[in-house]
């Protein structure tokens, strides 16, 4: 078995159900929307520590917050007459009402988690299903407002870190494989399917037709064949360009504890080469998981939130990012 | 007056004296080229602290430092039959026997030090002229193998750090004046006329004609203009774009604090963004000259004296600069 740690990000499940007494959100009037919070929230709150916030409410900034975070979508956050969001206290479980479907009940963990993800979310799930009228077809499954989401209305997502696969551009082999088993490769951060800071999404392409468990296996599976492609495409990095590898890493550390002003898109970049050093032991830090924690906190609306402020102009986020990070990661170093 | 010790690195005087009875150094056999080391040397070595280096007996390594340095030129160098240096203890006066002349003598000073200069090498040469049979016409002056350096035979030149003008690109339109003025206006470090880290040489063009008070004059007053011109630069620079310059500036340290492969090329570079930034003021180093003498010192010879090797292959070369190049500035930095 090999260590996935510095590969393996993140995984989430997501589940689209849709309720048969209301229309799809698109076409949904204000006070059906209000119901349709208000149902799911009476199902949602009495199971743990869950909070509704609603698009109306949510101060913009918070919602921005939430948003850089994958909580909430953007077609979410643009659904200020009746888009809600029910979070879990520590933010793993988020279930978005009134966004594409009626509900997208989703759920982040930490690492290969997809299955774990899946008993998170199945209680929440089959309270939904018992107790409120959601549309289900016992030929096709659940119904959604988009096709690809009929079926199990699942996606299950992990994301990883492929530095190795990218630079050595066997990236695109790979993409074509997962293509040809129903998996979607998509790259994180970038516009369209530009990866950005080396970060690549996996998920299923398929929500009918398959059972949940073959998803999750699926998905699983593949993204531990990637591992396996990325920990040899690491090895021959390191045997054959040693040197280039660990003075790109070692810039990208000079820049990021030195530059005074830091966009967000070069933030990405060189975190990713940090990651690199990291990831092939070229430097140490205090917390493995503080460059993953920072590619989101260093995004505009959350460094804002950081830094205490209500607005930061582009100058100033710029400022307030490349102080942020310097002193967090100088901080994080063991020499 | 301004504060010109952020702009003027040294001066350098230099003059050329050719002897009667021998024809050009091109031209010279062996024999007839060792008795003109002896001559020459038998006039200076009484005169204080001074040492003989031939060309034959330097070792191959020390000789490339000393031409880093700028003691003895190119040419000189690849003179191996009959070529010759005397130095003096500290380095300041280096007189080149046999190179394109008989006699090359030159005073480097820090600072604006033209004056000095001429006045540490007068009595050098005061004493060649009075006991060699120095080359010399009454009507044109001194007689030399090139017609550039009959007349005083003097060059007088001072190395500038001009990043201001360069940055707003108003260095093109000084250095049209200065040539008008007749004065050449030359990169330093540079192929041909390309300035790197921001260094500049001036030095008057003509040496016949002239007095050599006149050329000291007037390259030192010229000199004093472009530092003028460079102040109002800089001030402008940081009016419009400070933030632009600073971030520039402190990237560069990170790089050169960081860097684990670090050519010469770069080195220069980035020290010339970092010079910036000691002049300017946001970054304090213990001593501001170190990064003066950190450009010769990361030089490929000097460098690989300084490591106590006897050879480093370019690989080695580009490791050892940028790990000597970060352990220097990091110790020399005042937070």
Redesign the interface.
């Known amino acids: 078995m090999i260590d996935i740690s510095s590969i393996v990000i993140s995984s989430r499940i997501r589940l689209a159900r849709s309720l048969n007494d209301y229309i799809f959100p698109g076409m949904l009037s204000g006070e059906a929307g209000y119901k349709v919070i208000k149902q799911v929230a009476d199902v949602v709150l009495p199971l743990g520590d869950y909070k509704v916030f609603t698009m109306q409410q949510l101060p913009a900034l918070d919602a921005e917050v939430m948003q850089e975070k994958h909580l909430i979508s953007k077609n979410l956050l643009e659904n200020k007459d009746y888009g809600a969001v029910i979070l879990s206290d520590n933010q793993s479980v988020s279930i978005m009402v009134n966004e594409e479907d009626h509900i997208r009940a989703q759920c982040f963990l930490k690492g290969l988690s997809l299955k774990q993800a899946y008993d998170t979310l199945e209680p929440i799930d089959n309270a939904l299903i018992n107790k409120l009228n959601v549309a289900f077809d016992s030929s096709l499954g659940f119904l959604n407002s988009c096709i690809t989401n009929v079926g199990t209305g699942m996606r299950a997502s992990v994301m990883l870190f492929l530095p190795a696969l990218t630079l050595s551009s066997e990236i695109g082999k790979i993409i074509n494989l997962l293509s040809n088993q129903g998996l979607t490769v998509r790259g994180v951060f970038g516009e369209g399917s530009e990866a950005q800071g080396y970060m690549y999404q996996i998920s299923n392409a398929r929500s009918l037709g398959v059972s949940e468990s073959e998803i999750i296996s699926k998905v699983t599976n593949y993204a531990l064949k990637v591992c396996e492609y990325e920990m040899q495409a690491r090895k021959r990095l390191v045997e054959n360009d040693e ?2 590898i ?2 790109r ?3 990208a ?9 830091l966009s967000a898109n070069e933030f990405m970049k060189y975190a990713g080469e940090v990651k690199i050093g990291i990831a092939l032991g070229f430097i140490k830090l205090k917390d493995n998981t503080l460059i993953d924690r920072l590619l989101f906190d260093a995004l505009p609306s959350s460094l804002t939130k950081i830094a205490n402020q209500e607005a930061l102009n582009e ?1 100033e986020e710029r ?1 307030t990012r ?1 102080s942020f990070v310097s002193k967090t990661l100088k901080t994080a170093r063991i020499k």
């Open positions: 040197i280039t660990k003075d890493v070692f810039r550390w000079g820049i990021l504890t030195n530059a005074y002003s100058t400022l490349a």
